[in-house]
């Protein structure tokens, strides 16, 4: 049994089990990925909107959050796939078959990006198909692209590319 169950290991969850430890909780966080930082990994521009940090990447400040926390005392379980949560009950069951306990669960979990669920998506995924202008730039550069979305992303992508 653990006083927190965090999932998500992203910024939010980092940020999370950092607080716990201070608080001196005994505190397990559970990532579904290999690698802690979730959507910072895919941030290549620089960032310089968060306040107190000016990164030239999103894993130079995934990087920073990592060295924040290599000295806290919280669990982190990475490649973990969780089958299903009981808020009620406050039990987590992994794909595994294991079952964790907490008294509280903290949801981390972040986004995930839209797929456009069209003919040939995943087949051209990194052939052609892209997610960083700014990583990827000058790999088009000269080319005609068609950039798809309506979001911040997407707009920002549009620019650096144009």
Request: charged share 30%; proline share 1%.
């Amino acid at each position: 049994m653990h006083d927190v169950l965090i999932i998500g290991a992203g910024p939010g969850g980092l940020s999370a089990a950092r607080w716990c430890d201070e608080l001196g909780l005994d505190t397990l966080v559970l990532e579904q990925n290999e690698d802690v930082g979730g959507q910072l990994l895919s941030v290549h521009n620089r960032i310089e909107n968060y306040l107190g940090v000016h990164a030239k990447n999103g894993l130079e400040l995934r990087d920073l959050f990592a060295e924040q926390t290599k000295d806290c005392d919280f669990d982190l379980w990475t490649n973990v796939e969780i089958d299903g949560v009981d808020l009620k009950a406050k039990r987590v069951t992994l794909k595994s078959g294991e079952e964790l306990q907490s008294i509280a669960i903290i949801i981390a979990t972040g986004l995930r990006r839209r797929r456009l669920g069209i003919p040939g998506e995943t087949e051209f995924a990194a052939r052609g198909m892209i997610e960083s202008g700014k990583r990827d730039r000058d790999q088009f550069a000269g080319k005609d692209v068609c950039v798809i979305g309506g979001g911040d992303a997407a707009a920002e992508n549009a620019l650096l590319l144009a």
